[in-house]
């Protein structure tokens, strides 16, 4: 697969992101449906019967995660308000089949389902899991908070499916809401795995973590990723927007997966954006080589980094995307002039040739003092 078959599949999965940070494809939050169910349970559906936008089915309770613990066993009545157009014609009784984990909450009339999702389809409304109890590593303890036992149940799932693919791709991206330590055990255990797509994800969620060894082996194994554009632009997502350690070895790691020219360029693009938010002293060499770098988006960020030091901006982080925290320019900093702030820019549009030769001449001129 080409390297523009790559970037295609990274763009895409940007953009079902909605942000960079939330959900994909209509997800929903892990932990809103934690709060907002009276139930969670793990069953099997079955049977089901449709009259206009109403859907009702069986549910075989099999594991009780939050709510009565009495309907473990029992066979439930669920309806589902789907989104067939109100007022159509009755749709007779489909069959519904499905074993996994459901959020349901009370209603007048029973239970009433909370889709894991904005689904269109049924199979979209709960999280896949193979039938009988759970995988012995992923074993709680009936006293254990909600939100472990949730994340056990989804961990379990994710690697019987060896990594879930397109279905559950959200569930990478949701499951760190829980801040559970399951989630880094799931992401250890795949991170070892045999399985190329299970290891790639698996590093993902440990980058996104954080570690540094995560992302150097993620750089090793990057001869690995064309083979799997999905999961790759997983990697490559936790990389550009969420990889933020500021410590001297990340930093290093991090700015000689983006020096390496015959690397992948979205992996080495990624790294150098990561650069750029963190922007620390450390970084500074590794974004002014940037400037000189064949690839105009390259330079760029090598731009945006040096001017984003110089003015004296924080580390952009997730939590400060929304707010645009990370441009908030404070009144004075050590390297901030008039012509920094005039020489300032930020993203991968081509760097043009006066901010390019300002800032090559601002390294040259304040290297010394910084230590280089």
Known sequence: MSIEVLRASFGLLLLVVGN???????????????????????????GGVQSGSMLSFSLQVGR?????????????????????????????SPEVAGD??????????????????????FSETYIPEPPGPIAITYVYSPSAAVSDKVASEIGAA????????AELAALYYLLDELHSPVIQ??????????????????????????????????????????????????????????????DSTSVEVLGQIAALTGSSQPLRESAARALVAIHTKQALPYLAALL?????????????????????????????????????????????TKATVANFALGPAPADATRLSFWKAWWLQNRASLGY
Do not use: C, H
Not at 108 to 114: A, D, F, N, R, V
Not at 187 to 206: D, E, T, W
């Open 20 to 46: 960079a940070y939330g959900s994909i494809a209509g997800a929903r939050s892990l932990v809103e449906l934690e709060q907002s169910a009276d139930l969670i349970v793990v069953g099997a559906a079955s």
């Open 64 to 92: 009780v995660i939050k709510g009565d613990p009495t309907v473990a066993g029992a066979l439930i009545a669920v309806d589902w308000a789907s989104p067939t157009q109100a007022g159509s014609p009755d749709l007779g």
């Open 100 to 121: 996994g984990l459901w959020f349901l909450r009370r209603s007048s009339s029973g239970w009433g389902l909370l889709p894991a999702v904005r689904p269109v389809l």
């Open 158 to 165: 994710l690697e019987a499916a060896n990594g879930g693919g």
């Open 185 to 246: 055990r799931l992401y250890k255990r795949m991170s070892a795995s045999a399985s190329p797509n299970q290891k790639i994800l698996g590093l993902s969620g440990l980058i996104r973590g954080g570690s540094a060894a995560a992302l150097t082996a993620a750089f090793e194994a990057a001869s690995s990723l064309n083979a799997y554009p999905l999961e790759a632009g997983v990697l490559l997502n936790a990389i550009r927007n969420q990889f933020r350690s500021t």
């Open 292 to 336: 000189d770098d064949p690839d105009p988006n390259l330079r760029s960020e090598g731009i945006g980094g040096l001017g984003s030091f110089a003015n004296g901006l924080p580390v952009q982080t997730p939590a400060g995307v929304p707010s645009l925290a990370y441009l908030q320019r404070p009144a004075s900093a050590p390297y901030m």
